[in-house]
C-alpha cells in the first residue's frame, strides 16, 4: 500500500504550527507539551535521534517530524486509535509493535491506557546513504506509514 506524504501546508489542530512556517520538528519539539508521566532523550547518534515517553492514556498529536519515526511500543497490550495521511487504524498495540511515520506527517494517537514508547527519527542524511548502499538513488526510496505491526 503506497500513499502520498502530507503536503507540506497541513495544520495541526491542536497547534498554531504550520509545516511551511519552517523547518519541520525534531524529536524534542515535535511532541507537544501534552501530559506526560515521564520524557527523556537519549541521545544523538549521527543520523539517528532515540528518545523514550510515558505517555498518559488519552489523545497525542504530534507535529510533522523533519525525518522518518520509527516508534517501538513497549508497554503491555492496550486499545489504539492511530490516524496518518487520512488513514485510521483501530485496534491493539502489543509490546514490540513497531509503527512509522513518514517525515512531513503529523501524527494523532489515542490510547486507553499509560503507554510507554522508544522513538527513533532518522535524518534524512542517514536515509539518502542507506539507499546509496542498497544502489538506490534517494528519489527512488520512499517511507511509508506503517501502523503498529510486528
Known sequence: MSSTPAPAT????????????????DLHDGVPKIPKLRSRELKVFGAIEVAYHQFIAGEIETLPFK???????????HR??????????????????VAI????????WRTDAASEDMSM???D??????????????KEIEVLPLFSAR
Request: charged share 15%.
Open 125 to 138: 542524511s542517514f536515509i539518502r546513504r542507506v539507499a546509496a548502499e542498497a544502489g538506490f538513488g534517494p
Open 121 to 123: 527519527l532518522l535524518k
Open 80 to 97: 489504539l486509535v492511530q490516524r496518518q495521511n487520512g488513514r485510521t487504524y483501530e485496534g491493539f498495540v502489543a509490546t514490540n509493535d
Open 101 to 108: 511515520t513518514p517525515a512531513g506527517t503529523p501524527g494523532y
Open 10 to 25: 497541513t495544520t495541526v489542530a491542536t497547534s498554531d504550527w504550520h509545516a511551511a512556517d519552517g523547518a519541520w520538528a
Open 67 to 77: 525525518g522518518p519515526v520509527v516508534n517501538l511500543h513497549l508497554s503491555v497490550p
